[in-house]
């Protein structure tokens, strides 16, 4: 029988319902596997500040899996940290300047934009943070004595044939050196070669001493795939595409009907 430890689960699309709210029976489940003593990690795409958010909405503490498995900090305490580097970034910058695209870079300490838009409302909503409006151009310059470190670019737009074809363009430049991917029909994500939710994974298994066979990880979307690769019991959501189901030991109901609540209770 699987024993669990540790239970890995994406937010956005899972974690969160159609109306990006968490259910009474999503807490309930999650509430009752914590009691129990097993560590929840909310591993996103997202930073900190807006994880933490939802850590004390659900009312536990833990480990944070933030920028799909580039930086993983448990208390204070930093586990793995993976940044892009300075001129990676600048590079991509360079390159969708005049493609159309709207984005944003989010570092250990906060996200920008270099121009106020409706992009910004949205993130500030379902982050619920506020962002920080600076030029692309001043970022070297206000970043290259500092501490701050960049850990992922978002790219947006909501026409999603724009969203395929800079993918593509993107990948065709910069693949060698940068992760390339949608996590969402309108979201292109780039972080550090080689980086994915499964480093969260790992990297928190290092650090509790628990076995991958002891980790169930929840997911619905491609950038959730590695962290299924890293535990030893994985689901995916219902509305999750077919392809990322193919990497799922088990197939829960969609984030409409629960089914991270169902997957839970499913293992207690």
Known sequence: MFECKLICTDID??????????TDETKHAIAKAYKQGITIALVSGRIAQSIAV???ELDITGPLGCYS?????DRGKTLASH??????????????????LET?????????????????????????????IVPFSEMEERFSSSLELPYKLLCMSEDTLLIKNMER?????FSSVLN?????????????????KGHAVRALCTAYGYAP??????GDYYNDIGMFRAAGYAVAMDNAPDEVKQYACHITSSNKDNGLAKAIEAIL
Not at 69 to 73: D, H, Q
Not at 169 to 173: D, G, I, R, S, W
Not at 180 to 191: D, G, L, T
Request: aromatic share 10%; net charge negative.
């Open 69 to 73: 498995g580039s930086l993983v900090l």
């Open 13 to 22: 699309g899972t974690l969160l319902d159609g109306n990006h709210q968490i």
């Open 180 to 196: 390339i991917y949608s996590s969402s029909p309108k979201y292109i994500e780039i972080s550090q070669k080689g980086i994915d």
């Open 54 to 56: 939802l850590q004390e």
């Open 83 to 100: 940044p892009v580097h300075w001129q990676s970034c600048l590079n991509v910058l360079s390159a969708i300047e005049g493609s159309g």
């Open 104 to 132: 944003f870079v989010f570092t250990n300490e906060s996200w920008y934009i270099d121009h106020w838009g409706p992009w910004y409302d949205v993130e500030s909503e379902v982050s619920k943070t506020q962002g920080r």
């Open 213 to 218: 066979s002891q980790v169930m990880a929840i």
């Open 169 to 173: 363009k993107l990948k065709e430049q």
